[in-house]
C-alpha cells in the first residue's frame, strides 16, 4: 500500500517561489524545513507536520523533469511512501504505468495511466513534525480522463479505499483515501466545463486542499497575502488560487471525514 507523504509545486519565478513560500507559512502555517538543490532545481520543502510540500523553482524550463507535468507554474507530482519497492513498481507497470527515473533513484518518478506524475519513495524519506494548527494538507484533485482506468490503478498499487463517487452535471467526482488523505478524481464532461481547465488542459493534479480551523479568518489572510478567491459562496470548500499560480481548496476541519461518513 502506499500513502500520500508529498506534495511538489513548481513555481515559475524566483518571485513568486519566495512569494508562496510565505504565503503558505502565513495563511496555512506550512512552515520551512529545508532548502535543497538537486536535478536542475532548487526545493523549499514545507510541512504541516504531516505531508511535506517542496515548492521547486528548475533552472530552466529545459531541465529534464521541468516540464513532465507541462510548462509552466503546475502542481508537478504527489510522492507516495511504500513499504516494499521492487513489488510497488512491477505493480506500477502491470497496471499500466510507466516508470520515468532511474530505478536506483530515491524518489522514483512514475507516469500514472491517466498521465499524471507521481513518485515511490521508502518510509521514513519526510518525517512528521509538529502539526500547523492553522492548516493540514487533506486533498488532492486530479483531472482525469478515464475514471474506471484511473480508479483501478489507485486501487491495484496503491490499495486507496474508495469513499463515494458523485455525479453533478455530467462532472463525475470520485473520492478514495489513502487513510489519511482525501483523493479526488474529477473527470469533467468537456474541457469547457465549469472549472475544468483552472490548471491547464487535460489530466493534471488539478488543485491541492487545505483544512483550516476558520474558514473567514483563512480567507481575509488569503488576500491580504496575495491570493485570489476563485470562488467564495460556499461554507465548504472555497477554491483560491495562490501566487505560484496553482489552485489550493480551502474547507473547515473535518470537512473530507464528514463527507466520508
Ligand atoms: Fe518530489
Given at each position: 500500500?502506499?500513502?500520500?507523504?508529498?506534495l511538489?509545486?513548481?513555481?515559475?519565478?524566483?518571485?513568486?517561489?519566495?512569494k508562496?513560500?510565505?504565503?503558505?507559512?502565513?495563511?496555512?502555517?506550512?512552515?520551512?524545513?529545508?532548502?535543497?538543490?538537486?536535478r536542475?532545481?532548487?526545493?523549499?520543502?514545507?510541512?504541516?507536520g504531516?505531508?511535506?510540500?517542496?515548492?521547486?523553482?528548475?533552472?530552466?524550463?529545459?531541465e529534464k523533469?521541468?516540464?513532465?507535468?507541462?510548462?509552466?507554474?503546475?502542481?508537478h507530482?504527489?510522492?507516495?511512501?511504500?513499504l516494499?519497492?521492487?513489488?510497488?513498481?512491477?505493480?506500477?507497470?502491470d497496471?499500466?504505468?510507466?516508470?520515468?527515473?532511474?530505478?536506483a533513484?530515491?524518489?522514483?518518478?512514475?507516469?500514472?495511466?491517466?498521465?499524471?506524475?507521481?513518485?515511490?519513495?521508502?518510509?521514513?524519506?519526510?518525517?512528521?513534525?509538529?502539526m500547523?494548527?492553522q492548516?493540514?494538507?487533506?486533498?488532492?484533485?486530479?483531472?482525469?480522463?478515464?475514471?474506471?482506468?484511473?480508479?483501478?490503478?489507485?486501487e491495484?498499487v496503491?490499495?486507496?479505499?474508495q469513499?463515494?463517487?458523485?455525479?453533478d452535471?455530467?462532472?463525475?467526482?470520485?473520492?478514495?483515501?489513502?487513510?489519511?488523505?482525501?483523493?479526488?478524481?474529477?473527470?469533467?464532461?468537456?474541457?469547457?466545463?465549469p472549472?475544468?481547465?483552472?490548471?491547464?488542459?487535460?489530466?493534471?493534479?488539478?488543485?491541492?486542499g487545505?483544512?483550516?480551523?476558520?474558514?473567514?479568518?483563512?480567507?481575509?489572510?488569503?488576500?491580504?497575502?496575495?491570493?485570489?478567491?476563485?470562488?467564495g459562496?460556499?461554507?465548504?470548500?472555497?477554491?483560491?488560487?495562490?501566487?505560484?499560480?496553482?489552485?489550493c481548496?480551502?474547507?473547515?476541519?473535518?470537512?473530507?471525514?464528514?463527507?466520508?461518513?
Amino acid at each position: 500500500m502506499g500513502r500520500i507523504v508529498h506534495l511538489a509545486i513548481k513555481c515559475a519565478s524566483r518571485e513568486t517561489y519566495e512569494k508562496s513560500a510565505r504565503f503558505y507559512k502565513d495563511v496555512f502555517g506550512i512552515y520551512e524545513t529545508k532548502n535543497t538543490y538537486d536535478r536542475g532545481h532548487h526545493s523549499k520543502h514545507m510541512t504541516d507536520g504531516n505531508i511535506d510540500l517542496a515548492l521547486m523553482l528548475y533552472d530552466s524550463e529545459d531541465e529534464k523533469e521541468a516540464r513532465l507535468a507541462g510548462p509552466g507554474a503546475r502542481i508537478h507530482h504527489i510522492g507516495l511512501e511504500v513499504l516494499d519497492r521492487p513489488s510497488m513498481i512491477k505493480k506500477i507497470e502491470d497496471n499500466g504505468g510507466r516508470i520515468f527515473s532511474n530505478r536506483a533513484e530515491g524518489a522514483l518518478k512514475y507516469h500514472s495511466p491517466d498521465g499524471t506524475l507521481g513518485e515511490i519513495v521508502g518510509v521514513g524519506r519526510y518525517i512528521k513534525k509538529d502539526m500547523s494548527p492553522q492548516g493540514r494538507i487533506a486533498h488532492i484533485a486530479m483531472k482525469v480522463n478515464d475514471m474506471e482506468v484511473a480508479t483501478r490503478f489507485y486501487e491495484n498499487v496503491f490499495d486507496f479505499k474508495q469513499i463515494s463517487t458523485k455525479t453533478d452535471g455530467g462532472r463525475v467526482s470520485r473520492h478514495m483515501s489513502d487513510g489519511d488523505t482525501d483523493i479526488a478524481l474529477v473527470s469533467y464532461p468537456s474541457e469547457d466545463a465549469p472549472e475544468a481547465n483552472l490548471a491547464g488542459e487535460g489530466p493534471c493534479i488539478h488543485h491541492w486542499g487545505v483544512e483550516v480551523p476558520d474558514m473567514a479568518a483563512a480567507l481575509v489572510k488569503v488576500r491580504a497575502h496575495g491570493g485570489e478567491v476563485l470562488a467564495g459562496a460556499s461554507a465548504t470548500a472555497v477554491k483560491i488560487r495562490a501566487p505560484d499560480g496553482n489552485v489550493c481548496e480551502i474547507s473547515p476541519n473535518g470537512a473530507y471525514a464528514a463527507a466520508a461518513v
